[in-house]
């Protein structure tokens, strides 16, 4: 016959077991080993659980080392220029909730840099395809904006 262990058990699990198990290993064996087996299991979930809280702060870092001085016009060594130049349909492009607004110049990391590029690559290869071949043109002409004189005279 099979015992269950009660809530007088020291042992988590519920004691159903296999009736060769009850010839073979006693009350007290079986206990032990229901009690390792349950500490194996809850180490097994404590290291998922630090690896996937690792895994969200190691995100979170990149994250803030990617944007960090994204727009603050400040030029470095590890920095590039983008000019992002959009069609009229586009009002801005949005990276991980920081605003990047058209016409306008950013100092930003070379991995920013590139998404910046491929997104105006593909929002005027959007637009061409919603305008249809030749019809492009007229939103890549420059467009007019106050700028100062190069020259003082």
Known sequence: MVKKAGKDS?????????????VVLSQEEREAL?????????????ALAQEEYKA????????KMLFSDADSGKAGADKIAVFLDLPLTAPDVKLDGKRFIPLRTYH????VAAVLFETMGRTFEHEADLQGPGKLTAYRKKQAYASAPS???
């Open 10 to 22: 020291k042992t988590p699990w519920d004691g159903a077991t296999n009736a060769a198990f009850d």
């Open 34 to 46: 229901a009690l390792e087996a349950s500490q194996e299991v809850e180490d097994e979930q404590k």
């Open 56 to 63: 969200q702060v190691k995100s979170a870092l990149r994250k």
């Open 108 to 111: 930003v990391k070379p991995a």
């Open 151 to 153: 020259h003082v005279g």
